[in-house]
């Protein structure tokens, strides 16, 4: 497969003035007429000079007739595209015309025009639109669409307003020029959950959510979100809404979440429907986060777009940043931050980690699907949060104004986002731009020293080479700190710290007693702390630091520190941090929703990283086992506390899913989760009988499972809910995600045999084949089973939907922390994988890099 750089990009010869596209919808013989008006680049002097042939890039489409300004080309289209010769072209502008045939239906690879359960729908970013048609499927090429939709379905959808319909028609006119990406069609038997929003300039925008019949009284959720983040991006960015509707469409099979095409956002139905019986609170939190993501691509996205596919985080981190700012201002800030951690940590740290590590914009790619990664979103949304805390709130603000106003309607580059902040705020983003170019996560060492009232903060930071990335000068660091004096109080309120240099000393004067340190407060950067530190200062902070982030992170080094020493000492675990944790529990002062977060302890997954970073071989098995025994001792030694938290964080009265009421669930679902341990599952049993919603439902038959119970829960769950396949999908995860190490194959195995493991459906086969490597004992079996198991999975759906067997495959990109005989097995499989004939290039690019 080619190798694409970023440094060989050259703009596109030819730019589009406007596109008209017809289709006349048929499963397997969809014809697709298009009517496209080029004109030669002005910044290409070989098209100026008509020296230059066009390329359009198209796959898998049956080309019927061609004709440029009305006379029929006769160039045939290669396997990816079509060339149009110099000669061919006249000087100007010109009409292109193409008529191709597609097959909607047999297209399992989700991507393009295809069908899902008699619907139609699209995906097109990145490249799928040249699936549909022949184009120069380019994010550079921006320009206003025309469609023209004709089908007996009764539901006709595309971008932008509509402009006409009759009995098996619809005409609809995008009058803001977009590249192809953005380009979505839905054609379908469906009904709308309709309602409005009044833009604060006074536009009336009617808004619909699109389902299946039946599906209707689950959407009251997701257009409650709408329209708070439309009201957000309102007050908080200055960015109004743009065209008289705005439609989401929910699908059933879908290879992501959600795709934010102009005017008409295309969903993952699991992430749109909800109603308090089938969805948990996580759910609902997710569902307002990603309808919140999709709508801010409207203008971080659509109307300001990317130049090139390197340049994907420009709208990606920028709207992750932006829908975690969303979520805190609807929650909690201080909860959300630690949620965010987690997950950057969990995913993101780990990528960086290993063979797949590349920069937040990366300089090479074969296969562009294959960088929608956490580097890209999450790292690249830290970046941004670490460009405003260096200018400040105000100065962020002014840079953003700034990139609307010079930016509107173009297809940008990271350079250009960094210069609105060098020419709003005076300041050299050089060093900066590290963050964006250099893969890695840097190590922040940190020591101190104290002297007649003066107390040095020593920095250090190092980062480790990753792929084709050697050299790591340092960067800028944002450091925010604290400081305590010995009784609790704080005597610095938080204060950032640039730092610029590899090592780098801090001194604050006039303190009267040394203090301690609260370092990287609110993870002011995406980087990881080491310091030589006593459990004694860590529940110090844990007790009084006042930044919500550093208190949480404080008993997460003490979970963590336990933890080490009995997977490597054999250690008991530590009474200190049982008392510690007892008396988070029982503060009531505390957001129920902290609590439950504070009592958490660190994955599985997790503590292998962090043994593996501390140079140990982390041993899956010894770490479920340890984990489990820490699980046990502190159920024993709070369960008076537990008891007592259980039952007084019952909410009453009907389900809401709001932050508060989730909190308490949450917080009441962690000491059921320990109560199960030391009860039987008595606790467990009841409140499954009487839940009246999914959350509860599913934290007591996830605590059953953990116990090796919960058959009779299973059986009723399935019974109840056979028909709902976003509820079964949760059930199939569940037996994975909570099976005993020794049984994590077979169960998962058994459930693929069932007559409705859908493998071809995306979230039918992560629920079971992307379940197995979350659970980390059961994955790192040493028999290898799972290894085998999701490997033989990878081979089968890599010809069906390559996006989502590349997507998955990256479970085997943390083989190198483990020992020699978990190394060979999972690099057999990675050798089988690669010896597949006719593989992807999204898989096979995936495997080459991990076997590195
Ligand atoms: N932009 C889409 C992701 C497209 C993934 C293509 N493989 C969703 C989002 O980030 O909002
Ligand atoms: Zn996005």
Known sequence: PRTIRLAEYTPPSHLVEGVELQFTLAPRTTRVRSAIRFRPNPARPD???????????????????????????????????????????????????????????????????YMSKGMYCTQCEAEGFRKITFYPD?????????????????????????????????????????????????????????????????????????????????????????????KWDEDTYGREYDLDVFNIVAVDDFNMGAMENKGLNIFNSKYVLASPETATDDDFARIEAIIAHEYFHNWTGNRITCRDWFQLCLK???????????????????????????????????????????????ASYQEINNFYTATVYEKGAEVIGMLKRLVGD?????????????????????????????????????????WYTDAGTPHLRVTDDYRDGTYVLHLEQQTLPTPGQPEKPPRVIPVAVGLLNPNGDEVLP??????????????????????????????????????????????????????????????????????????????????????????????????????????????????????????????????????????????????????????????PGPYTPDAGAAGKRALRGAALAYLTRIDGGAAAKVQYGVADNMTEALQALSALLDIGQGAAELASFEARWRDDALVMDKWFTLQVLHAAPDDCAANARALTERSDFDWKNPNRFRSVIGAIAANAAGFHHPSGDSYRFLADWLIRLDPLNPQTAARLSAAFDSWARYDADRQGLIRDQLARIAATPGLSRDLSEMISRMRG
């Open 316 to 362: 990606e981190g920028l709207t992750v940043f932006r829908d975690q700012s969303f979520s805190g201002d609807m929650r909690s800030h201080a909860v959300k931050r630690i949620e965010d951690v987690l997950t950057l940590r969990a995913r993101q740290f780990r990528e960086d980690a290993g063979p797949l590590a590349h920069p937040v914009r990366p």
């Open 494 to 651: 938080t204060r950032v710290l640039e730092m610029t240099e590899a090592r780098q000393s801090f001194s604050f004067e006039g303190l009267s007693a040394r203090p301690v340190p609260s370092i990287l407060r609110g993870f002011s950067a995406p980087v990881i702390v080491e310091r030589e530190t006593s459990a004694e200062e860590r529940a110090f902070l844990l007790a009084h630091d006042t930044d919500p982030f550093s208190r949480w992170e404080a008993g997460r080094g003490l979970a963590k520190e336990v933890l080490v020493r009995m997977v490597t000492e054999g250690a008991d675990p530590a009474p200190g941090f049982l008392e510690g944790l007892g008396a988070i529990l029982r503060d009531d002062s505390l957001d129920p929703a902290f609590r439950a977060l504070t009592l958490r302890l660190p994955s599985e997954d997790d503590m292998a990283q962090t043994l593996h970073a501390a140079g140990h071989v982390p041993d899956p098995t010894r770490i479920h086992v340890r984990r489990e025994a820490l699980i046990e001792a502190i159920a024993r030694h709070l369960a008076g506390a537990l008891g007592a938290t259980y039952s007084a964080m019952s909410v």
């Open 394 to 434: 105000e100065a962020y603000r002014r840079a953003l104004d700034l990139y609307f106003e010079r930016h509107d309607g173009e297809a940008a580059t990271i350079e250009d986002w960094l210069k609105v902040f060098e020419d709003a705020t005076g300041r050299d983003l050089t060093q900066f731009k590290r």
């Open 138 to 230: 380019r994010p550079d090429v921006m320009a206003p669409f025309k469609v023209r939709i004709e089908s007996d379905l009764p539901v006709l959808l595309s971008n932008g307003d509509a402009v006409g319909q009759g009995p098996g028609w619809a005409e609809w006119h995008d009058p803001w020029p977009k590249p192809a990406y953005l380009f979505a069609l839905v054609a379908g038997d469906l009904v709308a959950h309709s309602d409005r929003f009044t833009t604060r300039s006074g536009r009336e925008v009617a808004l619909n959510i699109w389902v299946r019949r039946g599906d209707e009284d689950r959407c009251a959720y997701a257009m409650d979100a709408l329209k708070r983040s439309m």
């Open 47 to 113: 098209a100026v000079a008509g020296t230059a042939d066009l390329r359009l890039d198209g796959e898998a489409l049956t080309l019927i007739r061609a004709a440029i300004d009305g006379t029929v080309l006769a160039a045939a289209p290669d396997a990816t595209g079509l060339t149009i010769p110099a000669a061919a072209l006249p000087a100007g502008p010109f009409l292109f015309e193409a008529e191709v045939e597609i097959a909607p239906e047999t297209n399992t690879a989700l991507e393009g025009l």
